[in-house]
């Protein structure tokens, strides 16, 4: 059975540090891309960064370059997400999914999905 748990989201203040992980089971992580994505209040699910399966190669959105970084550890079928300097704006149900496809920043490219973390960024 093919799962997807993210953990690690949690309340913090402004300019402070998360990492989320998305433990995997039920498929090989080295074969797939991973992607994190949010659904703020009000909005829809939007791509935050993305993991490649062949590489390693990441891309982030705009609004988080420099500030999150994406990477796997296929040992431990697992791929984290290192959030800082956050920002209010970044609060969000965080998702993590799976693709074997080969374009990966799209959503509709995913095929599983993890359940989400909330992440909460306030003084």
């Known amino acids: 059975q093919v799962q997807l748990v993210e953990s690690g989201g949690g309340l913090v203040q402004p300019g402070g540090s998360l990492r989320l992980s998305c433990a995997v089971s039920g498929f090989t992580l080295e074969y797939y891309a991973i992607g994190w994505f949010c659904r703020a209040p009000g909005k829809g699910r939007e791509g935050v960064s993305f993991i490649s399966s062949a590489d390693g190669s990441t891309e982030y959105a705009d609004s988080v370059k420099g500030r999150f970084t994406i990477s796997r550890d296929n040992a431990k079928t697992t791929v984290y997400l290192q959030m800082n300097s956050l920002k209010p704006e970044d609060t969000a149900v965080y998702y993590c999914?799976?693709?074997?496809?080969?374009?990966?920043?799209?959503?509709?490219?995913?095929?599983?999905w993890g359940q989400g973390t909330q992440v909460t960024v306030s003084s």
């Open positions: 999914a799976a693709t074997w496809r080969l374009v990966i920043t799209t959503r509709a490219n995913y095929d599983y």
